[in-house]
Nanobody, 125 residues
Framework: QVQLVESGGGLVQAGGSRRLSCAASGLSSYVMGWFRQAPEKEREFVAA????????YYADSVKGRFTISRDNAKNTVYLQMNSLKPEDTAVYYC????????????????????WGQGTQVTVSS
């Protein structure tokens, strides 16, 4: 059982930056992903990183602005968000998916086995 706890959310002005963290009880062999859900919208994929950190994948809407990274020694995954826009406002969730290949990743929410409780990010215009 993997437990995930997000932190770092809050209110930020458009154009600003924010770093989210996801602390896990043990994640060295899990693909980690970030998803988000805005009010009245479906949950959407944001970014994923393979369990050895060698592969990353981003949604087109955040590519070039967001960076996912991980520190397996600290059991923590990060999402650095720069150049934030009001449309980035959402609850952000981290998730863990068990995969055998250290370079694998997935954007499919159904392949993630564990989820955090989410952290709210609000970007004001």
């Amino acid at each position: 059982q993997v437990q995930l706890v997000e932190s770092g959310g809050g209110l930020v002005q458009a154009g600003g930056s924010r770093r989210l963290s996801c602390a896990a009880s043990g994640l060295s062999s899990y693909v980690m992903g970030w998803f988000r859900q805005a009010p009245e919208k479906e949950r959407e994929f944001v970014a994923a990183i393979s369990w050895n950190g060698g592969s990353t994948y981003y949604a087109d809407s955040v590519k070039g602005r967001f960076t996912i990274s991980r520190d397996n020694a600290k059991n923590t995954v990060y999402l650095q968000m720069n150049s934030l826009k009001p449309e980035d406002t959402a609850v952000y969730y981290c998730a863990a998916a068990g995969m055998s290949n250290p370079l694998d990743y997935t954007a499919n929410a159904y392949e993630y086995d564990y989820w955090g409780q989410g952290t709210q990010v609000t970007v004001s215009s």
